[in-house]
């Protein structure tokens, strides 16, 4: 009966994408359905990670995150864990061999969060790789299937889709991140005087990571490529809206897309989908 309790764990999972993200849970749905599980799993792991550098203000978020770091190392070793969510996540990691450096790399950059304010080139690089890119990458050992060769010909732009996925959160949620967390993620710049000129630089560098990600979508299998696509279109369709506004904005409010854009969005990728065309 050990099955149901398998099934529990993945349902909340599932669940807790679907509260946090409405984005990623239609994305996720257009990805076959063998595949759909597993990234759930390792959303809502991550997602809850995030909850406690983020959210949990009137706790001790220190300790909570080293108790979840331990406990999700414990549930990967000893392949069980009554918390569901860590349940989900290590039955992910077991069943397609997740290299266990990128969970570490990612509680690394967690751990930034709770302390770190500021960060040169190299801290907001690492930074990024461990927040973003190794998502990415634990969502392509899914995508891959156990096909080391394919990953490794992919990883490059998986860490870029991450990479962007990332720094356009970091611009949207700059209010919130600067006047209430007190974080500056971007290397060398002054929220206090954010020109138009930093705004640009940044963008730039969010262009390219797209460029780069769209080269490696076109290449995933079938059974992954639509639903990271819309992933992708979602992102790009705020970061071109983030571009269109100027730079005191996104220091006043949250730049967001509307669901009706959302649906639009999404509408035209079913379409290339049963056409199998992007």
């Not at 991550?46 to 959210?55: C, G, L, N, P, Y």
């Not at 705004?199 to 992954?224: C, M, Q, R, V, W």
């Not at 809206?241 to 035209?268: D, F, G, H, T």
Request: hydrophobic share 40%.
């Amino acid at each position: 009966m050990i099955g149901i309790f398998h099934n529990v764990a993945h349902e909340c999972s599932r669940v807790t994408t679907q509260r946090y993200s409405t984005s990623f849970s239609s994305a996720i749905k257009l990805l076959h359905g063998d595949i759909q599980g597993p990234i759930y799993d390792i959303y809502g792991f991550v997602r809850f990670a995030d909850e406690i550098v983020d959210t949990f203000h009137d706790f001790d978020k220190e300790t909570l995150l080293a108790d979840f770091k331990k406990d999700a190392y414990e549930a990967i070793s000893q392949g069980i864990s009554l918390n569901p969510i860590l349940q989900s996540f290590q039955l992910t990691v077991n069943r397609y061999n997740i290299d266990l450096a990128l969970v570490e790399a990612f509680f690394k950059s967690m751990e930034f969060d709770l302390n770190k304010a500021k960060y040169d080139a190299l801290g907001y690089a690492e930074y990024i790789y461990g927040s973003a890119e190794v998502v990415g990458l634990m969502c392509l050992y899914v995508f891959c299937d156990g096909n080391i060769n394919e990953y490794e010909k992919l990883k490059p732009s998986a860490q870029s889709l991450g990479a962007a996925f990332q720094k356009v959160n970091f611009l949207r949620d700059v209010k919130a991140d600067y006047q209430q967390l007190n974080r500056v993620y971007f290397p060398g710049v002054d929220f206090n005087s954010f020109t138009h000129e930093m705004k640009e630089s940044i963008e730039g560098d969010i262009e390219n990571d797209f460029h780069l990600a769209y080269e490696g979508i076109l290449k995933l299998p079938l059974t992954a490529r639509f639903g990271v696509y819309l992933a992708y279109k979602y992102y790009l369709s705020l970061f071109k809206k983030i571009k269109a506004v100027k730079p005191q904005r996104i220091m006043e409010e949250r730049i967001r897309i509307p669901n009706y854009q959302k649906a639009w969005v999404a509408a035209k990728v079913v379409v290339r989908t049963q056409l199998n065309m992007l």
